[in-house]
């Protein structure tokens, strides 16, 4: 099995990018903190699955995108990694604003998926700037996918990778919204 990237490196910017978010720029203070599991990739027909109820026992919105090492890859359908985001339906408006983005009078989940595939683009660019500016190529990324509850075909992800990073956040007294991703070794610059 080959090594995964450092979640040293990656979990911070993620958790990091969130706090500022919502707390600093947002503010909405944290329940508690964050949480971050080691757990092992459900796979299925070479795609990660996603699956909101193993996290949530609420509805929730999805927003999935793949990472590869450059645009041939992406063609060739050679992800080096995956990220999924998940915002409870019940908080999420709450969430949306405080990360700035304009919520419609109307939430309809359609517009409200939207939202949530805007800011998993918001955190797979900070993500992937935050890597170059440490030394890392510059990944290319899927467009985030949007579902509700669950991914039934799932995600490309780097087949090489048996476990995931499984990062919860908490904010309005209960679970809000959660990151998995996982990511193979990538080169420096």
Not at 49 to 68: L, P
Request: proline content about 4%.
């Amino acid at each position: 099995m080959v090594k995964s990237f450092d979640p040293q490196i990656v979990n911070p910017i993620l958790t990091g990018f969130i706090e500022d978010l919502i707390t600093t720029k947002g503010s909405i203070v944290a329940s508690k903190p964050f949480e971050i599991l080691t757990k092992p990739i459900d796979e299925y027909e070479d795609r990660m699955r996603v699956k909101a109820t193993d996290k949530f026992d609420v509805a929730v919105y999805i927003a999935a995108t793949s990472f590869y090492l450059n645009k041939a890859d992406m063609q060739a359908h050679r992800a080096r990694g995956a990220l999924v985001f998940y915002m409870d339906t019940e908080v999420a408006d709450k969430m949306f604003k405080a990360a700035g983005l304009q919520v419609p009078y109307d939430e309809d989940d359609e517009s409200m998926m939207g939202l949530c595939g805007t800011l998993c683009q918001s955190i797979v660019d900070a993500l992937i700037d935050r890597l170059a500016s440490a030394g890392y190529i510059a990944l290319e990324a899927s467009t985030p996918a949007v579902y509700k509850n669950t991914i039934s075909e799932g995600i490309e992800f780097s087949k090489d990778q048996d476990e995931k990073q499984d990062l919860s956040f908490y904010f309005l007294k209960h679970k809000a919204m959660a990151i998995e991703w996982t990511l193979a070794p990538i080169p420096k610059k």
